[in-house]
């Protein structure tokens, strides 16, 4: 099959990062996560930190224009041609028609948009149980995916922490933007045919095996 040219979409807490984890075991997918990269140019003090540092610890969107070339210059990157798994952008309408343009002007196109349905009572449940550790970037819950020794990561031992904007508070402002900026995106690549929904209230690995099936389908569709 040609590439595979994915995005995850769906509310913060919905189990994005979780699925990429597995997706990437599965497919040699360059994985670019827009929370992560902002959150290292933050702790590095970089030009791209320091512009996006205010917005996030508000749980508001970083601007399109700060956001938007730092992905599309990484996507015609080498590393990307056999394939990307973006999680966390597009996240408004002017960022997917954004990426629309550049695809087309690298001849690339979007294989699917895999949308994580979730609940918002859910997520709130979700993110406030959500550890993070500080060196491996893993991805633990107290009670749904603990650590198998509180507070420390199971590959490295580093120390567990809670995201600075994983407050419920915080939250809560993250689930409105959601509904309100990155929603619309929904219709968006429904329209375009690419839209992929899934239950995101299931065990982490229910979600993934159906997205497997449906990325073999698509597979075996393209072969027809
Ligand atoms: P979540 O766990 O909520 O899905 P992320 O780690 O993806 O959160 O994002 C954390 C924060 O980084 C967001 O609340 C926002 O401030 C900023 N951010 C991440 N991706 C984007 C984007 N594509 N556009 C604007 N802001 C973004
Ligand atoms: P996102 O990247 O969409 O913000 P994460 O993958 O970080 O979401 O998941 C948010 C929290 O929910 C984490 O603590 C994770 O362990 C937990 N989680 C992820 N998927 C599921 C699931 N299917 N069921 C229960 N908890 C989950």
Same mark, same amino acid.
């Given at each position: 099959m040609s590439e595979l040219n994915l995005i995850l979409l769906g509310p913060?807490?919905?189990g994005k990062g979780t699925q990429a984890e597995r997706l990437q075991e599965d497919f040699p997918l360059l994985y670019l996560a827009t929370g992560n990269i902002l959150r290292a140019a933050v702790a590095e003090e970089t030009e791209l930190g320091r512009k996006a540092k205010e917005y996030m610890s508000r749980g508001e969107l970083v601007p399109d224009d700060v956001i938007i070339g730092v992905i599309l210059d990484q996507l015609r990157d080498e590393e990307a041609s056999d394939g990307f798994l973006l999680d !966390?952008?597009?996240?408004t309408v002017g960022q997917a028609e954004a990426l629309d343009e550049a695809l087309q002007d690298f001849g690339r196109t979007l294989t699917a948009v895999l949308l994580i349905d979730t609940p918002d009572d859910e997520v709130v449940r979700r993110i406030s149980g959500r550890r993070v550790s500080v060196k491996t970037g893993r991805v633990y819950h107290v009670d749904f995916d603990p650590p198998?020794?509180? !507070?420390?990561?199971?590959?490295?031992g580093s120390r567990l922490i809670q995201r600075e904007d994983d407050s419920e508070e915080t939250v809560r402002k993250r689930l409105a933007v959601y509904h309100e900026q990155t929603a619309p995106l929904i219709g968006f690549y429904e329209k375009q045919g690419l839209l992929k929904r899934f239950?995101?209230?299931?065990?982490p690995n229910e979600v993934h095996d159906h997205i497997r099936a449906t990325l073999a389908t698509l597979r075996l569709e393209e072969q027809i």
């Open positions: 913060p807490g919905a !966390g952008f597009p996240r198998k020794h509180e !507070g420390v990561c199971d590959v490295d239950d995101g209230r299931r065990p």
